[in-house]
């Protein structure tokens, strides 16, 4: 049972435009919710993280929109660039335990 | 400061056979973690590890062990290898203090043939 579902599976996306991917999970005890991108051959990397008391949350050209109501969240890319292709993870964990539940993913793919 | 180490890189292995991967963390961060990741499924959790003790267990079976050594130093244990293990095995290391970010190595490439 997956605890943290996200969409799309893929995405391809034009040099400049934005990137949006989607995540919903269930389980109200989370309380803390990072993304992850990995590059092929590579472990994933903590891109930007959110935690429920706030609504958005804004690094550079990432941001992550969290909605507690309709537990959801996604992460936009802004000016989307070549070098942003790369998997993208969503994932959530809470407090009690270092466990981390994430998504299944997205390949996105960012066309010159 | 060095990052966190996986070894091997790739490994074959035939069904019924066993494995062990070995994973060294970040110098100071003494929780490490292990994750699977197969294409669709995403990344699932194992178990962590603080302190040479299993803090916290996924939903796997008893074939899959680990352990963590007093220089926090880990190492994961598959026992009679089954063609559905193939996969990628991430290790991924933390400060004790914090469980937000994890710092993932590059993984094991597990084949079963």
Redesign the interface.
Known sequence: Q?QVK?SPQSLIVQKGGISIINCAYENTAFD?F?W?QQFP??????LI?IRPDVSEKKEGRFTISFNKSAKQFSLHIMDSQPGDSATY?C?A?M?A?????????TSLTVIP | KAGVTQTPRYLIKTRGQQVTLSCSPISGHRSVSWYQQTPGQGLQFLFEYFSETQRNKGNFPGRFSGRQFSNSRSEMNVSTLELGDSALYLCASSLAASREKLFFGSGTQLSVL
Not at chain 1, 41 to 46: C, E, S, Y
Not at chain 1, 97 to 105: E, H, K, L, P
């Open positions: 997956q996200q803390y990072p992850y051959g590579k472990g994933p990397a903590l993280a993870f994932a964990s407090s335990g270092n466990q981390f539940y994430f998504g299944t993913g």
